[in-house]
T-cell receptor, first 115, second 113 residues
Framework: EAQVTQNPRYLITVTGKKLTVTCSQNMNHEYMSWYRQDPGLGLRQIYYSMNVEVTDKGDVPEGYKVSRKEKRNFPLILESPSPNQTSLYFC??????????????FGQGTRLTVV | DQQVKQNSPSLSVQEGRISILNCDYTNSMFDYFLWYKKYPAEGPTFLISISSIKDKNEDGRFTVFLNKSAKHLSLHIVPSQPGDSAVYFCAAGYNFGNEKLTFGTGTRLTIIP
């Protein structure tokens, strides 16, 4: 079954304690990205990756890091989380073959609370 | 600056009637548009898309209309069913060479039985 898997689904942490949210896809997609969803703001892109070792900033990258060492994995790293990073996070992947802007497949989300 | 806007945060429609969700965009370079549906505790799932070379695309009960001159698209659901109750996001992107999608703020659709 084609899927994007995020872990953990829920996380409560304290300010400044480094954390990593993992994302893995089994569709051999080149393009992966991270979004955060906040009330009234919709989905905003944090970082994206066009392929292995190729990453770039999205619309709201401050306070986040990513890496793409393998095609299937795209972890999101918060080196020093702050309360304004409390949000619902989604990982997504899509293929860049064909017409581009193909529909993205999303993970189930990670609800992060930073206290 | 919000390049993709959904001005109605919520919409309630009677079961069996038509649901119309609207989306406006400001960037005229967008040439590919998509609708995603999101249930609570799940990730968004792709619903339907349209390229700027078309003004209408149908898939069963779902039809997306694109008005390029007005920079406006809409999603029609006919007939509406209780299972359609969800948050709907429109997204805009590019047909070639750029996978980035810009999402709207979402509209919560509630179908009243």
């Amino acid at each position: 079954e084609a899927q994007v898997t995020q872990n953990p689904r829920y996380l409560i942490t304290v300010t400044g304690k480094k954390l990593t949210v993992t994302c893995s896809q089994n569709m051999n997609h080149e393009y992966m990205s991270w979004y955060r969803q906040d009330p009234g703001l919709g989905l905003r892109q944090i970082y994206y990756s066009m392929n292995v070792e190729v990453t770039d900033k999205g619309d709201v990258p401050e306070g986040y890091k990513v890496s793409r060492k393998e095609k299937r994995n795209f972890p999101l790293i918060l080196e020093s989380p702050s309360p304004n990073q409390t949000s619902l996070y989604f990982c997504a992947s899509s293929s860049i073959l064909g017409t581009g802007a193909d529909e993205a497949f999303f993970g189930q989300g990670t609800r992060l609370t930073v206290v | 600056d919000q390049q993709v806007k959904q001005n109605s945060p919520s919409l309630s429609v009677q079961e069996g009637r038509i649901s119309i969700l609207n989306c406006d965009y400001t960037n005229s370079m967008f040439d590919y548009f998509l609708w995603y549906k999101k249930y609570p505790a799940e990730g968004p799932t792709f619903l339907i898309s349209i390229s700027s070379i078309k003004d209408k695309n149908e898939d069963g009960r779902f039809t997306v209309f694109l008005n390029k001159s007005a920079k406006h698209l809409s999603l029609h659901i006919v007939p509406s069913q209780p299972g359609d109750s969800a948050v709907y996001f429109c997204a805009a992107g590019y047909n070639f060479g750029n996978e980035k999608l810009t999402f709207g703020t979402g509209t919560r659709l509630t179908i009243i039985p």
